[in-house]
């Protein structure tokens, strides 16, 4: 099972960003699609999950300004983040698999929201 996630950055606060996550090995349509984030020295934080059929969970922090979806034709899921805050700043990492903890992960990719 691999999951390979892009789409990360340096931008702007206020500015927008899709990150991705593609997956295979794997029947990805059956899957919870997790994203999570982590800052030095602190735990990786669930943010979004999203089942096979497309229910969604966000944690209260990043309620209205996180969304997360997926294509199963693509095998792939996405967090979109609009309004990007300099908070917001970490290692995204997606994972698959019902949580907690997913048995499967990305690499993560950097978000960096410049001030």
């Known amino acids: 099972v691999q999951l390979q996630a892009s789409g990360g950055g340096l931008v702007q606060a206020g500015e927008s960003l899709t990150l991705s996550c593609e997956v295979s090995g794997i029947i990805f349509s059956v899957l919870v699609m997790s994203w999570y984030r982590q800052t030095p020295g602190n735990q990786r934080e669930l943010v979004a999950k999203?089942?096979?059929?497309?229910?969604?969970d966000y944690a209260e922090s990043v309620k209205g300004r996180f969304t997360i979806s997926r294509d199963n034709a693509k095998n792939t899921a996405y967090l979109q983040i609009d309004n990007l805050k300099p908070e917001d700043t970490a290692v995204y990492y997606c994972?698959?698999?019902?949580?907690?903890?997913?048995?499967?992960w990305g690499q993560g990719t950097q978000v960096t929201v410049s001030s």
């Open positions: 994972a698959a698999g019902r949580p907690p903890p997913p048995p499967y």
């Open positions: 999203i089942t096979g059929i497309g229910t969604t």
